[in-house]
């Protein structure tokens, strides 16, 4: 099983529509997974008829919407994994929302997936893989490339992969 995996996309749905063509094409994923900024950008993503999981980011007018989680636990391939727009908690969070920080805490997750920064990573952290999958914007003050991450659950692989060439920034096997 392949999830994709883009986050902070803000409106930007060209290189949103491309990084997921290429996964739902190339990659052949099961899912795309969404971790927020602008969450009604994943309207385009219907196109692809696969599952769409999304979060919605802080700032979002959904954030403050109980109907939609802010973070969720979701299984994958017998990998239980945390998906949040943030590693933290935030001033924006609702009373019932999950703390990030304790569930890793706690490992009550094999994996924990994060937008907000727009900074890439992947990194271990106390037997938990973190994954930060960058943002999808073309112009972006920080000076990382529009980027997006895949993870293969059969291979153990974990990606972060450049929009523009398609090629593996930084990758991780477990």
């Not at 927020?36 to 950008?41: P, T």
């Not at 997750?109 to 073309?138: C, Q, R, Y």
Request: with cysteine; glycine share 6%.
């Amino acid at each position: 099983m392949k999830i994709g995996i883009l986050s902070d996309t803000h409106g930007d749905l060209a290189n949103l529509e491309e990084a997921a063509k290429w996964l739902v094409e190339k990659e052949k994923v099961a899912a795309l997974v969404h971790l927020g900024d602008e969450c009604n950008d994943t309207e385009i993503l219907e196109q692809f008829k696969i599952r769409i999981i999304q979060v919605p980011g802080v700032f979002c007018s959904h954030y403050r919407d109980p109907v939609m989680p802010n973070r969720l636990i979701e299984n994958f391939a017998g990998t239980k994994v945390l998906i949040s727009h943030t590693e933290s908690s935030h001033k924006n969070d609702l009373p019932q929302d999950l703390k990030p920080e304790e569930v890793i805490d706690k490992q009550e997750v094999d994996m924990a997936w994060f937008g907000h920064t727009h900074v890439l990573k992947i990194e271990e952290k106390d037997g938990i893989l973190i994954i930060n999958p960058g943002h999808l914007k073309s112009n972006h003050k920080r000076g990382y490339p529009p980027s997006f991450g895949l993870v293969d659950f059969e291979r153990k692989v974990a990606k972060v992969i450049n929009l523009e060439d398609k090629v593996t920034i930084i990758q991780k096997n477990w």
